[in-house]
């Protein structure tokens, strides 16, 4: 089984809809995040925790949330999608050094 | 501001033929790690390599080896006996020693293509 897992792998949605990403780890590790990869962008950090209590903002955390249900849980919402949200999200954990990352949700906002 | 970049979009190798991507970033810090992960169509993120900048020998992981110029903020990744496997997007990575995000700042990867 996957270390990293994230669901759904695919969605299509439409503007102004809630959306809810969800990401599972077994790999025991205390900090989660969740990154966004758009084309000749490589990957920016939208949220990170190190643990259950502790959430903080990356670089493009406008018109996200997220919520650290467990410290294997860690989901992504966006609250009222839109077009300029379309790209692939991953989430990943890290041992402190080395990040291990999912195998990324493919969004579509239409 | 740390900054990641990687010059090369696209390049192409032919099998079992040897290539290197190029990477240079910019800190003002001394301590800090670096990283080259693999983007296979699969889209799995997976990480091949990664670099301790305190250590002065070059990382290596089978066919993978990395050229670490710390004075030139240079990162190179020379793939060996290059397989069809092989291709994929190539992302380096820098993140900073001790930082309290444990931040990794991605380049905009370069697409490597191995032809038969």
């Known amino acids: 089984d996957a270390d990293v897992t994230q669901t759904p792998r695919n969605r299509i949605t439409k503007t102004g809809k809630r959306i809810m990403l969800e990401c599972s780890q077994t790999k025991g590790h205390d900090r989660m995040y969740w990154y966004r990869q758009d084309p000749g962008l490589g990957l920016r950090l939208i949220y990170y925790?190190?643990?259950?209590?502790?959430?903080n903002k990356g670089e493009i955390s406008d018109g996200y949330s997220v919520s650290r249900q467990a410290q294997a849980k860690f989901s992504l919402s966006l609250e009222s999608a839109i077009p300029n949200q379309t790209a692939l999200y991953f989430c990943a954990t890290s041992d402190g050094i080395a990040q291990f990352f999912g195998p990324g949700t493919r969004l579509t906002v239409l | 501001a740390q900054t990641v970049t990687q010059s090369q979009p696209e390049m192409s190798v032919q099998e079992a033929e040897t290539v290197t991507l190029s990477c240079t970033y910019d800190?003002?810090?001394?301590?800090?790690?670096l990283f080259w992960y693999k983007q296979p169509p699969s889209r799995q993120m997976i990480l091949v390599i990664r670099q301790e900048a305190y250590k002065q020998q070059n990382a290596t992981e089978n066919r993978f080896s990395v050229n670490f110029q710390k004075a030139a903020k240079s990162f190179s990744l020379k793939i060996s006996d290059s397989q069809l496997g092989d291709t994929a997007m190539y992302f380096c990575a820098f993140m900073m020693y001790g930082g309290a995000t444990n931040k990794l700042i991605f380049g905009t990867g370069t697409l490597l293509a191995v032809q038969p």
């Open positions: 800190t003002s810090e001394s301590n800090y790690y």
């Open positions: 925790s190190f643990d259950v209590k502790d959430i």
